[in-house]
């Protein structure tokens, strides 16, 4: 089984829908993020979390936000999905106690998003 | 956050050694650098990453000179399954969030 599994694998919606995306994870890590990619380019952080009680801005959460129910669920929601949000959205993990400074993510399959 | 600045491709053979190289004039003496690989589809995983000097592993090397400015990744003998985008980041674990640009499209011919 997949350490990191995000559900819906695909999705198409219309706009001015509400939509949420899920992750979870059975890494056991403290930290998880949420990236979009559009194509051709590199990904965005739109939110990352070091623990439950930590929600963090990144380069791009306007229009998004974002739930971590529990260490293993991490969850992004558009509140009123707008076509320029079409894009695949990447879920990662981290482990705090990786020790010394190893910065690995574990990321997960990516949901491909589609607003129309 | 420090960016960086990496071709947006490369053409390979296979067999051949790859070297990609990453700029990263303001970088900071807490960063590190990273690298990803990425398949179509799918996330990215972790290749290598250092500090100064040269670090092996067994799929690459990681060279960065004393200024840490730039950094090269060395890809020994490239198959067509090294096809991917490779993106260079840096950062440093406590803050733990990265930038991950563009990446470079490696695209090792036959």
């Known amino acids: 089984d997949a350490d990191v599994t995000q559900t819906p694998r695909n999705r198409i919606t219309k706009t001015g829908k509400r939509i949420m995306l899920e992750c979870s994870q059975t890494?056991?890590?403290?930290?998880m993020y949420w990236y979009r990619q559009d194509p051709g380019l590199g990904l965005r952080l739109i939110y990352y979390?070091?623990?439950?009680?930590?929600?963090n801005k990144g380069e791009i959460s306007d229009g998004y936000s974002v739930s971590r129910q529990a260490q293993a669920k991490f969850s992004l929601s558009l509140e009123s999905a707008i076509p320029n949000q079409t894009a695949l959205y990447f879920c990662?993990?981290?482990?705090?106690?990786?020790?010394?400074?190893?910065?690995?993510?574990?990321f997960g399959p990516g949901t491909r998003l589609t607003v129309l | 956050l420090a960016k960086t600045t990496q071709p947006i491709s490369m053409d390979s053979y296979e067999g051949q050694e790859v070297n990609i190289t990453c700029s990263h004039n303001?970088?900071?003496?807490?960063?590190?650098i990273t690298w990803y690989q990425q398949f179509p589809s799918q996330g990215p995983r972790f290749i290598i990453q250092?500090?100064?000097t040269k670090v092996t592993n067994e799929v690459a090397s990681l060279f960065i000179p004393a200024d840490r400015k730039s950094s090269t990744l060395s890809l020994p003998r490239v198959s067509l399954s090294d096809t991917a985008v490779y993106y260079c980041l840096v950062g440093a674990a406590i803050f733990n969030k990265f930038y991950f640009g563009s990446g470079t499209k490696l695209n090792v011919k036959p």
């Open positions: 890494k056991g890590h403290d930290r």
């Open positions: 303001n970088i900071a003496t807490n960063d590190y």
């Open positions: 979390s070091f623990d439950v009680k930590d929600i």
């Open positions: 250092g500090y100064k």
């Open positions: 990662a993990t981290s482990d705090l106690r990786a020790g010394g400074n190893l910065i690995e993510q574990f």
